[in-house]
Structures are given as structure tokens and as C-alpha cells.
């Protein structure tokens, strides 16, 4: 299969940056024999390389390191130890049931720690699957629901009133608290 002309183009782009595989270069070569407007595409975009390259700063060292140790931490690292606190305590008492059934279990038979484990896996299985169908099961309720409501015009006019009812009583208050806001400004003044 014969790659398009925008296929060549994004190649000349590939290989001004000097990313483009070998097996494709001979393709591009290739085409640039016969094409003069990728010829002269690919001289703009070498052309226009080295001028960014003639126009760069240099750089003090350990900049980029700098700027990372500027930035604010995200994520878990942004949280105080404090917030690690429940997390921890979590891990140490299943590190501690862990040890209470593995070491009960030592002295009855050889393979007991890996019982304990296989049975530690398996509760946290049956609670993922547990979780997991419990939204499966709501989504699907909610789904009967809409479908029993849209099901009839009866209903379907009963929740349009309502959805109308909910917009007019949120736009009373927004005006009410507007109001309120602007009678409180008149008042300072």
C-alpha cells in the first residue's frame, strides 16, 4: 500500500526532528526524488530548525531541577503526615491479622500462610465483585426508573412540571439572594 501525500508530509516532519524509522526513510527519499513540493517543504523545515537552534539560550545547570523544586508537590506527596495517619493504621491491623492467622495456622499444617493469604485475596475479591455489581445494580435501577417514567406521556409531563418547578424555585432564590445582595450594598453606602 502506497502511503498518501499527507502521509509524506507528516514524515518530513518526523524527519527534520530526526524521528522517522529507517524502513520509512527509504519510502520518503523516494518520494522526494519526484516530488518538489515535499523537497522544498523538508528545506523549510531544516531551514527553520537551524534558525531555532541559532536563536536558543543557554541554560544555567540545574535549571529544570529548580524549576520542579518550585512547583507545588500534588498528589499524595502534598499530603501531611497527618492524612496518612488512617491509611497506615489500616495497613499495620491487616499486617497484624495477617500474622495472627498465618502463625495460628503454622502449627496444624505446612502450608497454612499460604491458606491465610489465598483467604485474605479472596476477601478483598468478593468485596471488589461485591462493590462492583452493587453500581452495576444501581445504574440498572436507575435505568428502569427512566424507563418507567418515559414510558408513559403521563409521567413524562409530570417530571417536566417538576424539572420547570426545580428551575423557577432556583431561580427565586438566585434573584432573592441578588437582591438581598444589592440591598446590602445600599445599605453601606
Known sequence: MKPDHATYREWLNLEADGRLPRNEQARLEDHLATCSECRSELDELRELDSF???GSLPVKEGFRDDVLAALPVTGWEARGPRTWGFP??????????????????AAGAEHAGLGALSAIFGMFQATVLAGSGLIGASWKGFGLVFQEMLSSPMSL???????????????????RKRAEAVTETRRHR
Do not use: Q
Open 157 to 175: 409531563g409530570m417530571f417536566g412540571v417538576f424539572v420547570l418547578c426545580l428551575n423557577i424555585l432556583l431561580v427565586s432564590m438566585i434573584r
Open 88 to 105: 497506615a493504621a489500616m495497613f499495620i491491623l491487616l499486617g497484624v491479622i495477617a500474622t495472627a492467622v498465618i502463625g495460628s495456622g
Open 52 to 54: 531555532l537552534l541559532r
